[in-house]
Nanobody
Framework: QVQLVESGGGLVQAGGSLRLSCSAS????????MGWFRQAPGKEREFVAA????????YYTNSVKGRFTISRDNAKNTVYLQMNSLKPEDTAVYYCTSYQFAWPPVVVLTTPPKHDYWGQGTQVTVSS
């Protein structure tokens, strides 16, 4: 059974920081790139950041570059998203996912995977 569990969300003022965690069980973590997406009310799920299995390759959406950092601890089957200088427009439910590839092309990274390897999400709310 594949399971992804996000945590670390909350309410923070603009300019603040949060660190999201995603703990993976099953075989969906080892050997695969991991990613974070987010979905604001009334909007489609959008790509935020991705990290290769080895941790040597990363990709970010433009709006979070320089503010967010994705990382992983393969010994703990966990991926993180450090979010600094948060803005009200970062408010959304954040989801982690496994790509089922070590490092797929950008078009795959930035498209929400059509499989069931998603967590339940964690709410991030940034007040102005």
């Amino acid at each position: 059974q594949v399971q992804l569990v996000e945590s670390g969300g909350g309410l923070v003022q603009a300019g603040g920081s949060l660190r999201l965690s995603c703990s993976a069980s099953g075989r969906t973590f080892r050997g695969y790139a991991m990613g974070w997406f987010r979905q604001a009310p009334g909007k489609e799920r959008e790509f935020v950041a991705a990290l290769s299995w080895t941790g040597t390759s990363t990709y970010y959406t433009n709006s979070v570059k320089g503010r967010f950092t994705i990382s992983r601890d393969n010994a703990k089957n966990t991926v993180y998203l450090q979010m600094n200088s948060l803005k009200p427009e970062d408010t959304a439910v954040y989801y982690c996912t496994s790509y089922q590839f070590a490092w797929p092309p950008v078009v795959v990274l930035t498209t929400p995977p059509k499989h069931d390897y998603w967590g339940q999400g964690t709410q991030v709310t940034v007040s102005s």
